[in-house]
């Protein structure tokens, strides 16, 4: 994970600290949230450690989401390689994924937050291409997806599992950096 602090107008996004996983925790393991994450049990020793391996990878580009210092979000990104033949350019996409607490719901926070950080992987990192994923009915996540302006690209009918609802469809989402530079 790289240690870059970015500003929005009312959000800082900074690398997660040991001491912001008890905080994260709260509002990652309501009900309301682990209905929309593919993973909904999590172990917080493992949580913790998950966390501190990112830290040492290069291409782990995830950040806690503070207002007034007290973290509402996390915003994770990923930097891979692409599909293709040999000769291929390496680390060109990343996959996007967010988590915020509902507390703060409502208030374009995550939007904001997200965008920071499109626009940090597109015009810092060289990123050509993102990605991200969701479940078709979780309508607050498909909303911050299309107001961003990624393109649906996928609706995978009944491929994600759900432990309540049984197997439900699936969206991905795409932008690539020539699009993100051409909108309004």
Known sequence: MVNVNLRTERLELRPVR???????LEYRNLPEVTR???RTDVEPAA????????AEDPDNHGMAVTLDNLVIGTVSLDVVDGSGQLGMPTRTEAELGYIFDPT???????TEAVTAMVAYSFDRLGVRRIT???YADNLASVRILEKIGMRREQHGVGDS????????DGYTYALLSEAWRHQP
């Open 132 to 134: 991200a994923g969701c």
């Open 47 to 54: 949580f913790r450690a998950a966390w501190q391996r990112a």
């Open 161 to 168: 599992w759900h432990a309540e609802l049984g197997w439900v």
């Open 18 to 24: 040991d001491e912001d996983i008890d905080r994260i």
């Open 104 to 110: 703060y719901g409502g208030n374009g926070y995550a």
């Open 36 to 38: 929309w994450l593919l």
